[in-house]
């Protein structure tokens, strides 16, 4: 189906209309604003200050190691800037959250590429999140392993529990790995049906990634990771929570694991974040409301905060296929 820019624009109008009201929602709807003078007045008071601002500051780090990610990929269709590519991060996540399982984030990077592009874009930017799953899950299995035996009412008085779980995260995330470098073949695979046609330059975007560029994603994708577990780590000490470093990051890594398989749609992720968050780092804290609090301010830095600059930057993106005429000149 071929859009106008008219089209387009009213198409990127509509989404920024409900991503702008989905922000409103989740802020408007949240279950505790009459605890909230309260505990902020608290967690400022003292040097507490110190960890929002490093958790602010690492917003940066967090979409900077995604944008490095897929502009190192797609310099491979067309020259793509640092700050083109930054710009594409974060308006597919502000499409995300307008989508069911954020599937928008997959499809946007690639539209703000030239036409023959988009396609293979997309491909580029799902191997980029292929290669995000592979580390959350290797690394959120690294923390279950500490994190299991170190309660009482899970593992921690059964024999060998440590090496247990240690040798079940290690040969998983090794087993992962093995597969994510191996993606080539299972694009090869699925090229042989004739009626997977459209989909060839996507699949063709996953083929011919060298090893060493296949490293480099999974190198960000873990500097990623451990970016917003120590976000979480840091608003956690901010609201009064204190927990061994070692002990408090593989909680967290574990919360990231089970966060990435339950499927919630987009207006409800709020809720099962801190449900979630209270399940895990309850044996360490009766503070749950300062769970909770962590959990929302967590999803103010790292969602509201880059959908609000995505929303600006969601005009950059081209939707429209119908190349200008000459009495319709090209607008940037």
């Known amino acids: 189906m071929k859009i106008s820019k008219i089209q387009?624009?009213?198409?990127k109008a509509l989404l920024a209309i409900v991503a702008l009201a989905y922000l409103v929602?989740?802020?408007?709807?949240?279950?505790?604003?009459?605890?909230?003078?309260?505990?902020?007045?608290?967690?400022?008071?003292?040097?507490?200050?110190?960890?929002?601002?490093?958790?602010?500051?690492?917003i940066f780090l967090n979409f900077s190691s995604?944008?490095?990610?897929?502009?190192?990929?797609?310099?491979?269709l067309e020259p793509v800037s640092f700050?083109?590519?930054?710009?594409?991060?974060?308006?597919?996540?502000?499409?995300?959250?307008?989508?069911?399982?954020?599937?928008?984030?997959?499809?946007?990077?690639?539209?703000?590429?030239?036409?023959?592009?988009?396609?293979?874009?997309?491909g580029h930017t799902f191997l980029c999140i292929l290669a995000q799953m592979v580390v959350t899950i290797t690394l959120g299995l690294a923390g279950a392993a500490t994190y299991l035996p170190s309660n009482d009412y899970l593992l921690k008085d059964k024999h060998d529990s440590w090496v247990l779980t240690l040798a079940i995260s290690i040969a998983s995330g090794?087993?992962?790995?093995?597969?994510?470098f191996s993606i080539d073949r299972l694009s090869g695979f699925f090229q042989r049906f004739r009626w997977?046609?459209?989909?060839?330059?996507?699949?063709?975007a996953l083929q011919g990634v060298s090893g060493k560029d296949k490293s480099f994603l999974l190198l960000f994708s873990t500097i990623k990771f451990l970016t917003y577990i120590t976000q979480f780590y840091l608003i956690l000490h901010f609201f009064g929570i204190h927990i061994p470093p070692?002990?408090?990051?593989?909680?967290?890594?574990?919360?990231?694991l089970i966060l990435h398989f339950v499927p919630v749609p987009t207006v409800g992720d709020l809720g099962v974040r801190g449900s979630v968050s209270i399940l895990i780092l309850g044996p360490y804290t009766a503070d749950v409301p300062a769970i909770v609090f962590t959990t929302f301010l967590i999803w103010i830095i790292n969602i509201m905060i880059p959908a609000t600059i995505g929303l600006v930057l969601l005009r950059k993106i081209r939707l429209e296929t119908v190349p200008p005429t000459a009495d319709t000149p090209e607008i940037n």
Do not use: C
Request: net charge positive; hydrophobic share 55%; no cysteine.
């Open 196 to 204: 997977l046609k459209i989909f060839h330059p996507f699949l063709n």
């Open 246 to 256: 070692f002990t408090g990051l593989s909680a967290v890594a574990l919360i990231y």
């Open 25 to 58: 929602y989740r802020l408007v709807t949240f279950e505790h604003w009459d605890q909230a003078g309260q505990r902020f007045s608290e967690a400022f008071q003292g040097n507490r200050l110190f960890y929002l601002a490093a958790a602010i500051i690492l």
């Open 83 to 122: 700050f083109k590519a930054i710009s594409g991060v974060l308006a597919s996540l502000t499409m995300a959250i307008t989508t069911p399982n954020r599937i928008g984030d997959v499809i946007t990077r690639g539209l703000i590429l030239k036409p023959g592009h988009r396609l293979a874009g997309t």
């Open 8 to 11: 387009g624009n009213i198409i």
């Open 66 to 76: 995604e944008a490095i990610k897929w502009q190192r990929l797609v310099n491979r």
């Open 174 to 180: 090794l087993i992962l790995i093995i597969l994510f």
